[in-house]
Nanobody, 115 residues
């Protein structure tokens, strides 16, 4: 069984920064890729960033240059460093991992960007 637990969300001002963390209960190397999704009220869930087991990252255009995804296999952790935050980044952020076509999900952590 794989469990993912996010942490690090909170309330920040525009242009502020947050780092989200995702702890994987099992071995993170068993997952082909790890990703961060977000879901804001009235909007579709979207993939924000992902990173493969080989370290190849992906970013949605709206966060390129501001967000950085990374993983630490030794600690079974994945991170999302969020800089220059904007109000439109406000959402519940979910950690996800995929293995053999199956997606595992965390419980989500709220990120609110407001002045």
């Amino acid at each position: 069984q794989v469990q993912l637990v996010e942490s690090g969300g909170g309330l920040v001002q525009p242009w502020g920064s947050l780092r989200l963390s995702c702890a994987v209960s099992g071995s993170i190397v068993s997952l082909y890729a790890m990703g961060w999704y977000r879901h804001a009220p009235g909007k579709q869930r979207e993939l924000v960033a992902s990173i493969t087991s080989t370290g190849s990252p992906f970013y949605v255009d709206s966060v390129k240059g501001r967000f950085t995804v990374s993983r630490d296999n030794a600690k079974n952790m994945v991170y999302l460093q969020m800089n220059s935050l904007k109000p439109e980044d406000t959402a519940v952020y979910y950690c996800s991992g995929v293995r053999r076509g199956y997606y595992y999900w965390g419980q989500g952590t709220q990120v609110t960007v407001s002045s």
